[in-house]
Each structure stands twice: as structure tokens, then as C-alpha cells.
């Protein structure tokens, strides 16, 4: 089983700032998908194929990585940026998901 | 626009039974490999089972936890999903969502295993 560990496990950021948050995999992945979730929802699709971000996903975000190491990216922070992130992979089942980023404002 | 609803789920007892449905509309079924989820109380996502569509014989993979407990099916002519579950244990208390895959997933049918 391929284990993916995220951090940080929670981040408080400031409107304006850049967060990065990364997903390491125990073994070399194809790609990485990330998810937005927000309280008493399911997630939400964010972006697919390591870069390619979700129709409606704000140009702010970004993905990248290759292997074992994938992060996501936000350049500014804004306040509806307040979620958890999750990392999944897709290269071999049992498809895994990482921990999950909690990210906070401050 | 696509839509996905599950259903089912609710207060059980230890080691009895329950299934779980997934409707959906908006794209092609027939075609599409389908996917089951779960999500704990502590909010880990956890893959649970996945059923390939008719050209692939309606192959099913399932996570290792669940197998031999847990069932997926679908009926093609009802765009529906199925998980059968038996045996239920207080470790399988978590929200169960329907998906796609990536791009679609339901509101979730919250099961919880409990005497």
C-alpha cells in the first residue's frame, strides 16, 4: 500500500500570503489529486493529474511534483481558501488518500 | 447536470447488516467505473471499493479491511450503485459517499455502528 503523509497537518496563513502544502508518497506515484473539504460537506474535486486544476478552481492554486513529492500551492491566501486538503493517488490500489491540511486563517 | 445520491444508511448494531445505494443521472453509466468512499469521525478518507464498468466484466476491488464483509454492485438499467455490508463493526462508523472517481460525489449517508 502506498502511504501518503501531508504536511503540515494544520497551517494558519494570513490573506495575501503564499501557502504550500506537500504530499509525500511511500513509493513513486504517476500523478497526485487533491480535494477541498469544508465543514459538514464532501470534497470537492480541486485538481486532477498533478496540475490540472477543476473547472472553477481559482488560478491561485497550483499543483507540481513528480515521484514521491507533490505539493500544492496557493499563491495569495484568501479567506474562502479555509479548508482541508487532501492528496490522493491513483497509481495502484488500494487508492490512498493522505491525512489531510487543515488550513486556517489568521 | 450530474447527480449523485446516496442512501441507506443509519444506526446499527454490531455484526448486523446493511446496504447502501447510490443513484445517479447526468452521464453515462453504463460506462463509468464506480467508486464508494468513506470518511471517519476523525476525518480520515479511506477508499473502500470499486466496480469497473460492463466491458471489464464488471470487475470489483475492494480495500483490504473490508473484503469478504463488503459487497459492490450496480444495476446499469437503474444508473445505481450498490455496497452491501455485512458482519458491521464500530470501526466501519463513517460517513459512505458515492463517486465517480474524482469528479463527482454524493452528500454522503452517514452509517454508524453502535450497541
Known amino acids: 500500500e502506498i502511504v501518503l503523509t501531508q504536511s503540515p497537518t494544520t497551517i494558519a496563513a494570513s490573506p495575501g500570503e503564499k501557502v504550500t502544502i506537500t504530499c509525500r508518497a511511500s513509493?513513486?506515484?504517476?500523478?497526485m489529486s487533491w480535494y477541498q473539504q469544508k465543514p459538514g460537506t464532501s470534497p470537492k474535486p480541486w485538481i486532477r493529474?498533478?496540475?490540472r486544476l477543476v473547472s472553477g478552481v481559482p488560478n491561485r492554486f497550483s499543483g507540481s511534483g513528480s515521484g514521491t513529492s507533490y505539493s500544492l500551492t496557493i499563491n495569495t491566501m484568501e479567506t474562502e481558501d479555509a479548508a482541508t486538503y487532501y492528496c490522493?493517488?491513483?497509481?495502484?490500489?488500494?487508492?490512498?488518500f493522505g491525512s489531510g491540511t487543515k488550513l486556517e486563517i489568521k | 447536470e450530474v447527480q449523485v445520491l446516496e442512501s441507506g444508511g443509519g444506526l446499527v448494531q454490531p455484526g448486523n447488516s446493511l446496504k447502501l445505494s447510490c443513484a445517479t443521472s447526468?452521464?453515462?453509466?453504463?460506462?463509468?467505473?464506480m467508486y464508494w468512499y468513506r470518511q471517519f469521525p476523525e476525518k480520515r478518507l479511506e477508499w473502500v471499493a470499486r466496480?469497473?464498468?460492463?466491458?471489464?466484466?464488471?470487475?470489483?476491488d475492494y480495500t483490504e479491511s473490508v473484503k469478504g464483509r463488503f459487497t459492490i454492485s450496480r444495476d446499469d438499467s437503474k444508473s445505481s450503485i450498490y455496497l452491501q455490508i455485512n458482519n458491521l463493526k464500530e470501526e466501519d462508523t463513517a460517513i459512505y459517499y458515492c463517486?465517480?472517481?474524482?469528479?463527482?460525489w454524493g452528500q454522503g449517508t452517514l452509517v454508524t455502528v453502535s450497541s
Open positions: 447526468g452521464f453515462t453509466f453504463s460506462t463509468a467505473w
Open positions: 513509493s513513486s506515484v504517476s500523478s
Open positions: 490522493q493517488q491513483w497509481t495502484t490500489t488500494p487508492l490512498t
Open positions: 493529474d498533478t496540475s
Open positions: 463517486s465517480t472517481g474524482f469528479s463527482y
Open positions: 466496480i469497473k464498468a460492463k466491458s471489464n466484466n464488471y470487475a470489483a
